[in-house]
């Protein structure tokens, strides 16, 4: 995101700048909200009333951001939100529920993605002044990069993202716990890795991968009728 913003800058382009900015926001105020939502009404679901009594199971903005998450988003485009609390040993069926509810929050960000991508393919084949179809184009661009960048990130198996949860499937739990004690540090050393670019090539990588196929998706039903 930062290489983006910075080419912005120095080729002048102004309205791509706005454009990502705006879609940086709607993403942190509107999608990442979706993404934690899921998480708690997935939970409730399955049996744990934590997040519901947390306040979690709301679309609320401001119930959600996590100060440090909302940040990295706009430095280097991957980022998280305030995790929702969840008790274990409420779930009906323990673990498997556990990874059900981690699951949940990046599953709704590729959905998200999904339908952007094909509300980008509505836009490319009505007939739209050429301004406003190339700004809304581009936000809606934006907007499923980000989603999809996001479900990626948050599928790293390191506390405090989805993924970490996920390893309670792999990990016995006295491991489980010992590495949670370190989270505050570790989420820091990925910060690290994300700035100087270390760990955003295999990342920017699994994310074209899974831009391309929702991609592919989202358009099928055009290329079927022939529109595109």
């Known amino acids: 995101m930062i290489s983006i913003l910075r080419e912005c800058l120095s080729t002048g382009n102004y309205t791509t700048l706005f454009i990502s ?15 934690e939502f899921a998480h708690a009404w997935t939970a409730v679901k399955l049996g744990d009333d934590t997040p519901r009594l947390q306040g979690r199971l ?31 040993h409420n779930l009906k069926n323990g673990r498997k529920s556990f ?6 929050g990046p599953v709704s960000n590729l959905i998200m993605a999904l339908i952007f991508l094909f509300l980008n393919a509505v836009v490319y084949v009505i007939p739209l002044p050429q301004v406003a ?48 004690r370190y989270e ?26 899974a831009y391309s196929g929702l991609n592919w998706l989202a358009t099928l039903p055009f290329r ?5």
Do not use: E
């Open 99 to 104: 990874a059900l509810v981690a699951l949940a």
């Open 224 to 228: 079927l009728l022939g529109l595109m």
């Open 58 to 88: 709301t679309l609320r903005p401001m119930a959600h951001i996590d100060i440090i998450g909302a940040v990295m988003i706009f430095l280097v485009g991957f980022g998280y939100a305030k995790p929702v609390s969840v008790n274990i």
């Open 133 to 180: 179809s190339s700004v809304l184009m581009t936000f809606l661009y934006f907007a499923a990069s980000i989603n999809i960048s996001l479900a990626v990130f948050n599928l790293l198996p390191i506390p405090p993202l989805d993924g970490s949860r996920i390893l309670t499937l792999l990990l016995p739990s006295k491991y489980y716990y010992k590495l949670l």
């Open 184 to 209: 505050r540090y570790i989420i820091l050393v990925t910060f690290a890795l994300l700035w100087f670019g270390i760990l955003s090539i295999p990342l920017n990588f699994l994310s074209n991968l």
């Open 21 to 35: 900015m705006a879609s940086l926001l709607f993403v942190v105020f509107c999608t990442m909200p979706v993404h």
